[in-house]
């Protein structure tokens, strides 16, 4: 995690390190990543650098982080507007995935696999799996608080963790093929209905 130095820093110098480091990463694959070209992009010393961080992995896990953190309150704020239902707010979700996905296609978006297709520490790979628990936990409580109809906290969980899959999954279709994209939410939305009716049928 980075420094409380880093961390009292101006925004403006905040977001030009963390921007010259995002630049870097999306450009290049972890092991050709360069703290050189950071520090130059960015106006900074090296000796900065690792008042900073510890190092490439340092900075990147927090960008991710941070990352994560941005994706989870723009799902919760999906949530809200959709009356805290999951299956209703799907859509939504899907085209989310498919704007990041075609970030991540103009090079904006982080490279974080090694050319040997590895993940270059457990703790990013840990991460990158990490099934949303919280975020699970917090729509269940907010569904309770609601009194809407929910199933037990662990099928939930695992509902959501799914769901978030499938949606990922139709996204980078609908990128892949953008001439089926019709086609491909019938299919999703069929998925969907089909979940629905079984869950008012319990």
């Known amino acids: ?25 999306a ?85 974080i696999l090694s050319n040997a297709g590895l993940f270059t520490s457990e703790d990013i790979k840990d991460l990158c799996d990490d099934s949303g628990d919280d975020l699970a936990d917090w729509i269940w409580e907010e569904m309770d608080r609601s009194r809407l109809n929910v199933e037990s906290p662990g099928v939930f969980r695992a509902a959501v963790v799914h769901f978030r899959l499938l949606t990922a999954m139709t996204a980078a279709r609908i990128v892949m093929y953008p001439e089926k994209e019709k086609e491909t939410m019938d299919i999703f939305r069929e998925l969907i209905r089909v979940f629905r009716e079984g869950v008012e049928k319990r």
């Open 1 to 25: 995690m980075p420094s409380e130095r880093f961390l009292r820093l101006n925004e403006e110098k905040k977001k030009r390190i963390l921007d010259a480091a995002y630049k870097e990463f």
């Open 27 to 111: 450009q290049h694959p972890m092991e050709d990543v360069s703290i050189n070209r950071i520090i130059r992009d960015a106006a900074i010393s090296r000796g900065s650098f690792y008042t900073y961080f510890e190092d490439k992995h340092d900075v990147l896990m927090y960008i991710m982080r941070s990352h994560k953190r941005q994706e989870t309150e723009d799902i919760k704020a999906m949530l809200k507007r959709h009356g805290f239902d999951p299956v209703s707010m799907l859509d939504e979700l899907v085209y989310y995935y498919v704007r990041e996905i075609r970030e991540q296609e103009k090079g904006s978006r982080i490279n």
